[in-house]
C-alpha cells in the first residue's frame, strides 16, 4: 500500500525528492497509519482493551513519528 501510493503521487506530478520528497513522505505516512492499525488491530484480537491498547497505540505511533523525522535530521 504505501509502494502504490508513493507510486500513485509520481504519476500525479508529485517529487520525490532527495529523502525528503513530498511522495516519499507520504508514502511514509501511510505506512505508520497502517503499521498503527495492524498493531492496534492484533491487540484487540488478543482481547486487550482500555489503557494497555491506547498505550501500546500511543507507542506505536510515537516510534513512527521518531522515524519519519529522522529522515528530516540525519544527514545522508
Do not use: Q, S
Not at 501510493?5 to 505516512?29: C, K, Q, R, S, Y
Not at 492496534?40 to 513512527?64: D, K, N, Q, S
Amino acid at each position: 500500500m504505501p509502494l502504490l501510493t508513493v507510486l500513485v503521487l509520481l504519476a500525479l506530478g508529485f517529487d520525490i525528492g532527495t529523502g525528503t520528497g513530498t511522495a516519499t513522505l507520504i508514502g511514509m505516512i501511510t505506512a505508520t497509519v497502517l503499521l498503527a492499525l495492524v498493531a492496534v488491530g492484533g491487540l484487540r484480537l488478543r482481547g486487550i482493551r482500555g489503557w494497555p491498547l491506547l498505550l501500546m497505540a500511543a507507542g506505536t505511533l510515537l516510534l513512527a513519528a521518531v522515524l519519519i523525522l529522522a529522515e528530516f535530521f540525519v544527514p545522508h
